[in-house]
């Protein structure tokens, strides 16, 4: 098993940044695939950024190269780094994660793919 804990939001002005980090806690890290996902109040939860084992990313559209995901195995910590900041990125933002498939290795966008969650850190843009 993982526990996985955010940290890193708050409130900050449309155009500013901001880097959310999750740390686990438990088994190997590095054997853990890794996504980070926003729920909004009223909306589904949305995939925002994807990271693999292996280090492969993958990003939800509405990102537009705006946050970028990464991690470090050594510190059991994943980041996002989100620059640009507009209203419409408010959120909860949860992490999750999943072991790794030795057979199929890829970056994961489905909530349904990941078993382990984080409780959520809020992110709230505004002026």
């Known amino acids: 098993q993982v526990q996985l804990v955010e940290s890193g939001g708050g409130l900050v002005q449309p155009g500013g940044s901001l880097r959310l980090s999750c740390t686990a806690s438990g088994r190997m890290f590095s054997d853990y695939d890794m996504g980070w996902f926003r729920q909004a109040p009223g909306k589904e939860r949305e995939f925002v950024a994807a990271i693999s084992w292996s280090a492969d990313t993958y990003y939800g559209d509405f990102v537009k190269g705006r946050f970028t995901i990464s991690r470090d195995n050594a510190k059991n910590t994943m980041y996002l780094q989100m620059n640009s900041l507009v209203p419409e990125d408010t959120a909860v933002y949860y992490c999750?994660?999943?072991?790794?498939?030795?057979?199929?290795?890829?970056?994961?966008?489905?909530?349904?793919?990941?078993?382990?969650w984080g409780q959520g850190t809020q992110v709230t843009v505004s002026s």
């Open positions: 999750a994660a999943d072991p790794l498939d030795p057979y199929n290795t890829r970056v994961r966008p489905g909530p349904n793919e990941y078993g382990y």
